[in-house]
């Protein structure tokens, strides 16, 4: 009961803070980070929990958005549709390529994906640009039906949508990382061979972690095609790869707050920087090489020891 | 204690990350002395030899080699200044010749006097050209130590040498060790006890992290009396 | 297929093939003896073609250009070598991994700040043809393929005639090994990264006058880069040249075939090597250290 409740607290905090974002801050600002988050959580899992480095999340992201749009854009009008196929497509291509993926060194898939955001974004520019318009993109946000409930086209209504997602993601995390799956995740990265050893395959085990990864990824990329009503193959830019790794190594690598706090932090940053100097590459090259030289724990990483401190001290009388 | 000490360690503590290995391990060594290290797997004894010679940090204690304090100074000046690790895993650099072994071997102190290798090991010199990973498990620990003698080291700490090795090849170790003796001391790792009671003046015992005994009495480690640590 | 368009289409390969070839050495020597996997090698190429650019510029010749290129892409290397990775050296390989895209990126911005950010064009330093089986080849061309050629035998020789370069090879195998024996590793790490860093802008003032010289060229050619060097093997300089005109070949041959095959082609071979062989053609099942 404690733990349950010493969670949900957890949670809450999380989530009151990007509310107060939501009225604080203008609205597409908070629906950029909530979306950016959810996208980070994938890759954030990935190195955190399994020590797999993806410099190739963007190929993920497009298979979601491209799925989403293409149904948004030929077929039907439902958003909601639309995100349920957008996360259909990134099991799918999980379970076609991760077997491939999941059985190389963690130094040659880091090589692999980015060499497949490459790809993907080759296929959606070039080879499928009779049915993706190549670099004019698809528009679609005409097509978008208004839903009962929340209505997905509204922004406001939009934002209180992403924040349940985000939040139903972020719980599913949470529920894995205490759970055996979890433990046996954190065993695959540090001693494989204990984990033969107890009977679990590792093969298994990280194709599932790279399965639910990158169907997260997937998902984020729906969201953003839903959210600005087109897509185009910019969104699989490999130059944008490093866009997920950097906002984890911001928020602190396997820590369940860090892509939150990375997202709000790397988008600010991004923002404030930009309204300066143009090009903002340097800025954020110097900070990812100076997180590895204080030691890779990130914003959250370094502030999670001291709250826990003053946490843990208040607490003390009652338990 | 005697005056001709080389090797002082005293209250060694090491640890890998959080897990402690050793405890408060003190160990001394005169010069010419051969001196084992016996006890069982996991014991520690290589992560003591492996401490000694800078590959790993201690969290305390003081490693002191003639008068120098060994702590915090690279592993490769350690080498440099006469104290070698032979390790236990018989890696020679397999993709390069004998010769280039010995090279290497050479290189870091400018001895390029093979002589005191061949003398010891006179099968090298046939070898010389060979790719040193086509060697034999003997002929590679031959390799290991002959290229270690190079730039003549006053210690030389030998982990395991005869595991997995034929019992011909051991004696010719044997009296490789007790030759080299007359120029070096020797710490010796060794499961063989046989070995250990022909060659050692005396044996420390490992167990668990600690030094448990220490034998120095001749009669004793001829009797074997180290079994029971194994 | 048109005899012609073939004999172009393989020199074509061959070019961008040495190319591809020179700058992944840097990448696979790294990797074999430091275990770092050094992105980075892609700004000294940048840095490599915009000082060839600037000192063309200023003395009118291109091979001073390639040359100051090489010298300032070996000294940017060697600093960057001192101040940041000697400090993360015994990190784990996906960090020193992010440290080094970190290091790209900055070196991109910093070079958008002193070139800008437009296509600077340098020209060829040799416009004359060569004529091979009646087909006309520019012989620029042919001299990048030559000039690749002799950086391999000379890296060869430098591997297995020099002392420093068996203690390389040595520390390839076990550096822990090279280590006892008293050698400074840190001494063969930055002699390797420095080696790495000239090669790496030797190859970006070779290809200067082919292409157009951008701030994003690094990432440009990073996918091919890593595809080289993963069906080469990390870490193994003869699995590099292998694949490197592999690589340049399927490339050029594909583009001739169907456009966009020429970027997807590789990948697919690449896949399919991984799965034969999950460490690349010549890579050996080497551990982390
Ligand atoms: N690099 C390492 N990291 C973590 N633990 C280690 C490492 N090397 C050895 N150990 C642990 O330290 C203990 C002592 O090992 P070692 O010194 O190799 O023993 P011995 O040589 O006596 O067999 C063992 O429990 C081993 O698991
Ligand atoms: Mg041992």
Same mark, same amino acid.
């Given at each position: 009961?404690?733990?349950?409740?010493?969670?949900?607290?957890?949670?809450?905090?999380?989530?009151?803070?990007?509310?107060?974002?939501?009225?604080?801050?203008p609205l597409p600002f908070a629906i950029e980070i909530i979306i950016f988050a959810t996208y980070t959580m994938g890759c954030?899992?990935?190195?955190?929990?399994?020590?797999?480095?993806s410099?190739g999340q963007p190929a993920y992201l497009a298979v979601g958005a491209y799925a989403t749009s293409f149904y948004l854009f030929y077929f039907g009008t439902n958003p909601i549709i639309g995100i349920l196929l957008g996360i259909l497509a990134g099991v799918a291509v999980a379970l076609i390529i991760g077997?491939?993926?999941?059985?190389?060194?963690?130094?040659?898939?880091?090589?692999?994906n980015?060499?497949l955001a490459v790809i993907v974004f080759y296929l959606f520019e070039k080879v499928l640009a009779s049915i993706t318009h190549g670099d004019n993109g698809l528009w679609f946000l005409t097509n978008i039906a208004s839903t009962p409930g929340l209505d997905l086209g509204v922004p406001s209504d939009f934002f209180i949508f992403v924040f349940l997602v985000a939040?139903g993601v972020?719980?599913?995390?949470?529920?894995?990382?205490?759970?055996?799956?979890?433990?046996?995740?954190?065993?695959?990265?540090?001693?494989?061979?204990?984990?033969?050893?107890?009977?679990?395959?590792?093969?298994?085990?990280?194709?599932?972690?790279?399965i639910i990864a990158n169907t997260t990824t997937a998902l984020a990329g729906s969201l953003y095609a839903v959210y600005f009503g087109f897509v185009s193959p910019e969104i699989a830019s490999p130059s944008r790869a490093?866009d997920p790794?950097?906002?984890?190594?911001?928020?602190?690598?396997?820590?369940?707050?860090?892509?939150?706090?990375?997202a709000?932090?790397?988008t600010?940053?991004?923002?404030?920087?930009?309204?300066?100097?143009?090009?903002?590459?340097?800025?954020?090259?110097?900070?990812?090489?100076?997180?590895?030289?204080?030691?890779?724990?990130?914003?959250?990483?370094?502030?999670?020891?001291?709250?826990?401190?003053?946490?843990?001290?208040?607490?003390?009388?009652?338990? | 204690?005697?005056?001709?000490?080389?090797?002082?360690?005293?209250?060694?503590?090491?640890?890998?990350?959080?897990?402690?290995?050793?405890?408060?391990?003190?160990?001394?060594?005169?010069?010419?002395?051969?001196?084992?290290?016996?006890?069982?797997?996991?014991?520690?004894?290589?992560?003591?030899?492996?401490?000694?010679?800078?590959?790993?940090?201690?969290?305390?204690?003081?490693?002191?080699?003639?008068?120098?304090?060994?702590?915090?100074?690279?592993?490769?000046?350690?080498?440099?200044?006469?104290?070698?690790?032979?390790?236990?895993?018989?890696?020679?650099?397999?993709?390069?010749?004998?010769?280039?072994?010995?090279?290497?071997?050479?290189?870091?102190?400018?001895?390029?006097?093979?002589?005191?290798?061949?003398?010891?090991?006179?099968?090298?010199?046939?070898?010389?050209?060979?790719?040193?990973?086509?060697?034999?498990?003997?002929?590679?620990?031959?390799?290991?130590?002959?290229?270690?003698?190079?730039?003549?080291?006053?210690?030389?700490?030998?982990?395991?040498?005869?595991?997995?090795?034929?019992?011909?090849?051991?004696?010719?170790?044997?009296?490789?060790?007790?030759?080299?003796?007359?120029?070096?001391?020797?710490?010796?790792?060794?499961?063989?006890?046989?070995?250990?009671?022909?060659?050692?003046?005396?044996?420390?015992?490992?167990?668990?992290?600690?030094?448990?005994?220490?034998?120095?009495?001749?009669?004793?480690?001829?009797?074997?009396?180290?079994?029971?640590?194994? | 297929?048109?005899?012609?368009?073939?004999?172009?289409?393989?020199?074509?390969?061959?070019?961008?093939?040495?190319?591809?070839?020179?700058?992944?050495?840097?990448?696979?020597?790294?990797?074999?003896?430091?275990?770092?996997?050094?992105?980075?090698?892609?700004?000294?190429?940048?840095?490599?073609?915009? !000082? +060839?650019? @600037?000192?063309?510029?200023?003395? $009118?010749?291109?091979?001073? #250009? &390639?040359?100051?290129?090489?010298? =300032?892409? %070996?000294?940017?290397?060697?600093?960057?070598?001192?101040?940041?990775?000697?400090?993360?050296?015994?990190?784990? !390989? +996906?960090? @020193?991994?992010?440290?080094?895209? $970190?290091?790209?990126?900055? #070196? &991109?911005?910093?070079?958008?700040? =002193?070139? %800008?950010?437009?296509?600077?064009?340098?020209?060829?330093?040799?416009?004359?043809?060569?004529?091979?089986?009646?087909?006309?080849?520019?012989?620029?061309?042919?001299?990048?393929?030559?000039?690749?050629?002799?950086?391999?035998?000379?890296?060869?020789?430098?591997?297995?005639?020099?002392?420093?370069?068996?203690?390389?090879?040595?520390?390839?195998?076990?550096?822990?090994?090279?280590?006892?024996?008293?050698?400074?590793?840190?001494?063969?790490?930055?002699?390797?990264?420095?080696?790495?860093?000239?090669?790496?802008?030797?190859?970006?003032?070779?290809?200067?006058?082919?292409?157009?010289?951008?701030?994003?060229?690094?990432?440009?050619?990073?996918?091919?880069?890593?595809?080289?060097?993963?069906?080469?093997?990390?870490?193994?300089?003869?699995?590099?040249?292998?694949?490197?005109?592999?690589?340049?070949?399927?490339?050029?041959?594909?583009?001739?075939?169907y456009g966009p095959l020429a970027q997807m082609?590789?990948f697919a071979?690449?896949?399919?090597?991984?799965?034969?062989?999950?460490?690349?053609?010549?890579?050996?099942?080497?551990?982390?250290?």
């Amino acid at each position: 009961m404690v733990k349950l409740f010493n969670w949900s607290r957890g949670i809450l905090l999380a989530f009151f803070c990007l509310l107060l974002v939501r009225v604080f801050l203008p609205l597409p600002f908070a629906i950029e980070i909530i979306i950016f988050a959810t996208y980070t959580m994938g890759c954030n899992f990935l190195l955190g929990r399994v020590g797999f480095i993806s410099f190739g999340q963007p190929a993920y992201l497009a298979v979601g958005a491209y799925a989403t749009s293409f149904y948004l854009f030929y077929f039907g009008t439902n958003p909601i549709i639309g995100i349920l196929l957008g996360i259909l497509a990134g099991v799918a291509v999980a379970l076609i390529i991760g077997p491939f993926f999941v059985r190389l060194r963690s130094d040659y898939f880091a090589l692999v994906n980015l060499a497949l955001a490459v790809i993907v974004f080759y296929l959606f520019e070039k080879v499928l640009a009779s049915i993706t318009h190549g670099d004019n993109g698809l528009w679609f946000l005409t097509n978008i039906a208004s839903t009962p409930g929340l209505d997905l086209g509204v922004p406001s209504d939009f934002f209180i949508f992403v924040f349940l997602v985000a939040f139903g993601v972020w719980v599913l995390y949470k529920y894995l990382d205490d759970s055996i799956f979890g433990a046996c995740c954190q065993a695959t990265k540090t001693n494989e061979d204990k984990v033969k050893f107890l009977g679990y395959s590792n093969f298994k085990i990280r194709f599932l972690a790279f399965i639910i990864a990158n169907t997260t990824t997937a998902l984020a990329g729906s969201l953003y095609a839903v959210y600005f009503g087109f897509v185009s193959p910019e969104i699989a830019s490999p130059s944008r790869a490093a866009d997920p790794v950097i906002v984890t190594l911001l928020g602190g690598v396997g820590t369940l707050y860090g892509p939150i706090v990375g997202a709000f932090a790397y988008t600010g940053m991004k923002d404030l920087i930009s309204g300066y100097i143009s090009n903002w590459e340097l800025f954020i090259g110097l900070l990812l090489v100076f997180i590895m030289l204080a030691g890779e724990k990130g914003i959250w990483g370094s502030l999670e020891p001291v709250l826990k401190r003053t946490f843990s001290k208040k607490g003390k009388p009652t338990t | 204690m005697p005056t001709d000490e080389i090797l002082a360690v005293e209250g060694l503590n090491v640890a890998y990350g959080e897990s402690k290995v050793l405890f408060d391990v003190s160990i001394h060594i005169n010069a010419n002395e051969i001196v084992s290290c016996v006890g069982r797997n996991g014991a520690g004894k290589s992560t003591l030899l492996r401490t000694i010679s800078g590959f790993v940090k201690p969290t305390s204690g003081t490693v002191m080699f003639a008068d120098t304090s060994l702590v915090g100074i690279k592993c490769y000046d350690i080498a440099r200044m006469g104290l070698k690790y032979i390790p236990q895993d018989k890696k020679v650099f397999s993709d390069l010749t004998v010769r280039e072994n010995l090279e290497l071997g050479s290189y870091a102190t400018q001895d390029y006097n093979w002589d005191k290798v061949t003398e010891y090991f006179p099968k090298l010199t046939l070898l010389m050209e060979r790719k040193a990973g086509y060697l034999s498990g003997g002929e590679r620990q031959m390799l290991m130590i002959g290229r270690a003698l190079l730039g003549d080291p006053k210690v030389l700490l030998v982990d395991e040498p005869t595991e997995g090795l034929a019992p011909s090849i051991v004696a010719q170790l044997q009296n490789v060790f007790l030759e080299l003796s007359k120029k070096a001391a020797l710490v010796i790792v060794e499961q063989n006890l046989s070995l250990v009671s022909a060659i050692s003046q005396r044996v420390y015992a490992v167990k668990e992290g600690r030094v448990v005994h220490e034998i120095s009495d001749e009669g004793e480690i001829k009797n074997n009396v180290c079994e029971k640590y194994l | 297929m048109d005899p012609q368009l073939l004999i172009s289409g393989v020199i074509f390969g061959l070019s961008i093939g040495s190319v591809f070839f020179l700058l992944s050495i840097g990448l696979s020597l790294c990797f074999g003896l430091m275990r770092i996997i050094s992105l980075d090698q892609l700004l000294y190429y940048a840095i490599g073609a915009y !000082i +060839t650019y @600037t000192l063309y510029l200023v003395t $009118g010749s291109v091979w001073i #250009g &390639v040359l100051g290129g090489m010298v =300032i892409s %070996g000294i940017v290397a060697f600093g960057v070598e001192r101040f940041i990775f000697l400090r993360i050296y015994e990190r784990d !390989i +996906t960090f @020193t991994m992010i440290a080094s895209f $970190g290091i790209l990126f900055a #070196g &991109v911005g910093a070079i958008k700040y =002193i070139w %800008g950010l437009a296509p600077l064009p340098v020209p060829s330093p040799i416009n004359a043809m060569a004529s091979i089986f009646g087909t006309e080849i520019p012989i620029y061309r042919l001299i990048v393929i030559v000039i690749s050629f002799l950086v391999y035998v000379s890296i060869w020789a430098f591997l297995n005639k020099t002392i420093t370069g068996k203690a390389i090879r040595a520390g390839i195998e076990n550096v822990e090994h090279v280590e006892g024996l008293g050698i400074n590793v840190y001494k063969l790490f930055t002699t390797t990264f420095i080696i790495s860093g000239v090669l790496s802008g030797l190859a970006g003032g070779l290809h200067a006058p082919l292409i157009m010289v951008d701030p994003q060229m690094g990432l440009e050619v990073l996918p091919f880069v890593f595809m080289v060097v993963i069906i080469g093997g990390l870490g193994s300089i003869k699995g590099t040249l292998v694949s490197a005109f592999i690589v340049g070949q399927v490339i050029s041959l594909g583009a001739i075939i169907y456009g966009p095959l020429a970027q997807m082609a590789p990948f697919a071979i690449m896949l399919l090597i991984l799965l034969i062989k999950p460490t690349g053609l010549y890579g050996s099942k080497m551990l982390k250290r």
